[in-house]
């Protein structure tokens, strides 16, 4: 059972392990929705997520022989390290589960604690019947991810830190994956002042706790393929879930294509690398009417990879129009190339990439193909440039745009 009492000493313990994450008052959100918009940034943890705080909680309520046996979890990445760091302070051992697909720096940063790193399954459901196989084979404790009331206490200690520094807050946002999160936020968010709504946000296409509290119960996605790999879970917690009917009050789903333009909303505005997952509060405010409210949306986490980072960027701007592809056909004769270059350059536009293609047509002197990227400021510019270049007679004819 969660209880009040429980909250206040896993808020004195995970003290220990976390770095004070004070609220960061949003100009740019707090504009965009007309609320008071602050951002909780856990991502800024020692481990790069919220995860320690349930790790650690519930580590701490093991006994010695428990402890001593190792433990073993299952993981995405972030309760991974969160283990690996806790069990490092207790100084015993962890064997961390993780599916294939985990982002390297999640499976590196894990090994650095002193965890062994098992890779096992596509999902992190596969990664957890697999480390429950392990556990019985091997005796060791298992520290499940969400579906623990301890675990979710730990988590549940942010909610205590917002209403401190900000008691008049009336909106709470936090992502969802298998719940444990949105369980601990909630439930003490409740017992400290009820008038506090929470709205849980998960990926439309893992949207395993819209499905259960639909059912009434938890029920297997068939999959869970969503960019928002921390909260890629087909299957909710049965131990935490009644927590979840009871203090949430609503659930929103949110398309991998939004977490592409929040992504770049926050490291322009905010300056902050903040992985997909943990976007997911800041790209559900579009869908709420919140104006002149306090809001809090849970950052949960910020580990992400420089591969995905740079694919998420890329596919962020070609998203909103600021870089662009098109082609023209031109003949085959000298200047014709220096043309389109003028033209574009008289319209501020900016080429970063051409691809000449002298085999379109059989007949070179008719016309060859130039493909541009181009870096414009936004959907208005891209149509001047567009604009310009039909008008000097070239047909631009927009493609899929690569900067690779």
Same mark, same amino acid.
């Given at each position: 059972?969660?209880?009040?009492?429980? /909250?206040?000493?896993?808020?004195?313990?995970?003290?220990?392990?976390?770095?004070?994450?004070?609220?960061?008052?949003?100009?740019?959100?707090?504009?965009?929705?007309?609320?008071?918009?602050?951002?909780?940034?856990?991502?800024?943890? $020692?481990?790069?997520?919220?995860?320690?705080?349930?790790?650690?909680?519930?580590?701490? @309520? &093991?006994?010695?022989?428990?402890?001593?046996?190792?433990?073993?979890?299952?993981?995405?990445?972030?309760?991974?390290?969160?283990?690996?760091?806790?069990?490092?302070?207790?100084?015993?051992?962890?064997?961390? #589960?993780?599916?294939?697909?985990?982002?390297?720096?999640?499976?590196?940063?894990? *090994?650095? /604690?002193?965890?062994? #790193?098992?890779? $096992?399954?596509?999902?992190?459901?596969?990664?957890?019947?697999?480390?429950?196989? =392990?556990?019985?084979?091997?005796?060791?404790?298992?520290?499940?991810? /969400?579906?623990? !009331?301890?675990?979710? @206490?730990?988590?549940?200690?942010?909610?205590?830190?917002?209403?401190?520094?900000?008691?008049?807050?009336?909106?709470? &946002?936090?992502?969802?994956?298998?719940?444990? &999160?949105?369980?601990?936020?909630?439930?003490?968010?409740?017992?400290?002042?009820?008038?506090?709504?929470?709205?849980?946000?998960?990926?439309?296409?893992?949207?395993?706790?819209?499905?259960?509290?639909?059912?009434?119960?938890?029920?297997? &996605?068939?999959?869970?393929?969503?960019?928002?790999?921390?909260?890629?879970?087909?299957?909710?917690?049965?131990?935490?879930?009644?927590?979840?009917?009871?203090?949430?009050?609503?659930?929103?789903?949110?398309?991998?294509?939004?977490?592409?333009?929040?992504?770049?909303?926050?490291?322009?505005?905010?300056?902050?690398?903040?992985?997909?997952?943990?976007? =997911?509060? #800041?790209?559900?405010?579009?869908?709420? +009417?919140? *104006?002149?409210?306090?809001?809090?949306?849970?950052?949960?986490?910020?580990?992400?990879?420089?591969?995905?980072?740079?694919?998420?960027?890329?596919?962020?701007?070609?998203?909103?129009?600021?870089?662009?592809?098109?082609?023209?056909?031109?003949?085959?004769?000298?200047?014709? =190339?220096?043309?389109?270059?003028?033209?574009?350059? +008289?319209?501020?536009?900016?080429?970063?990439?051409?691809?000449?293609?002298?085999?379109?047509?059989?007949?070179?002197?008719?016309? #060859?193909?130039?493909?541009?990227?181009?870096?414009?400021?936004? @959907?208005?510019? *891209?149509?001047?440039? !567009?604009?310009?270049? +039909?008008?000097?007679? /070239?047909?631009?004819?927009?493609?899929?745009?690569?900067?690779?």
């Amino acid at each position: 059972m969660m209880t009040l009492e429980k /909250f206040e000493e896993a808020s004195e313990l995970v003290k220990k392990v976390t770095n004070p994450t004070k609220l960061i008052y949003s100009e740019y959100l707090s504009a965009q929705t007309g609320a008071k918009v602050y951002l909780k940034p856990e991502n800024m943890q $020692h481990t790069g997520a919220y995860k320690i705080r349930g790790a650690y909680y519930k580590i701490s @309520t &093991l006994t010695d022989e428990e402890r001593s046996r190792g433990l073993i979890t299952a993981s995405a990445g972030n309760h991974a390290q969160g283990v690996a760091f806790a069990a490092k302070q207790f100084g015993c051992k962890a064997t961390i #589960v993780m599916p294939t697909v985990t982002p390297l720096i999640k499976v590196n940063r894990t *090994k650095s /604690f002193g965890a062994d #790193v098992v890779l $096992h399954g596509d999902v992190y459901d596969d990664a957890y019947a697999y480390a429950c196989k =392990l556990a019985e084979e091997n005796g060791y404790t298992f520290v499940h991810p /969400f579906n623990d !009331l301890d675990v979710a @206490t730990g988590q549940g200690t942010i909610a205590m830190e917002i209403v401190q520094e900000l008691p008049t807050v009336d909106y709470i &946002l936090a992502p969802i994956g298998g719940g444990g &999160l949105i369980t601990g936020i909630s439930t003490l968010a409740k017992m400290l002042n009820p008038k506090i709504k929470v709205v849980g946000v998960e990926p439309s296409e893992a949207a395993s706790m819209t499905a259960a509290l639909k059912a009434g119960e938890p029920v297997e &996605l068939p999959s869970a393929n969503t960019i928002a790999d921390g909260t890629a879970v087909k299957e909710v917690g049965d131990k935490i879930l009644p927590y979840v009917k009871e203090n949430v009050d609503e659930v929103l789903l949110v398309e991998d294509d939004e977490l592409i333009g929040a992504f770049l909303d926050m490291v322009e505005n905010h300056k902050m690398i903040v992985e997909n997952s943990g976007l =997911l509060s #800041v790209a559900a405010l579009k869908q709420m +009417d919140i *104006k002149g409210k306090k809001v809090v949306c849970v950052l949960s986490g910020g580990n992400m990879d420089v591969i995905t980072m740079s694919s998420i960027v890329q596919h962020g701007l070609i998203q909103r129009d600021r870089i662009f592809s098109v082609s023209v056909l031109l003949p085959d004769k000298p200047g014709e =190339l220096a043309r389109v270059a003028q033209t574009v350059a +008289d319209v501020q536009g900016n080429i970063i990439k051409l691809e000449h293609n002298q085999f379109v047509s059989t007949n070179r002197n008719a016309a #060859v193909e130039l493909r541009i990227t181009m870096e414009a400021f936004g @959907t208005d510019h *891209k149509k001047k440039i !567009l604009d310009a270049l +039909d008008k000097a007679g /070239f047909r631009p004819k927009l493609i899929s745009a690569k900067l690779y």
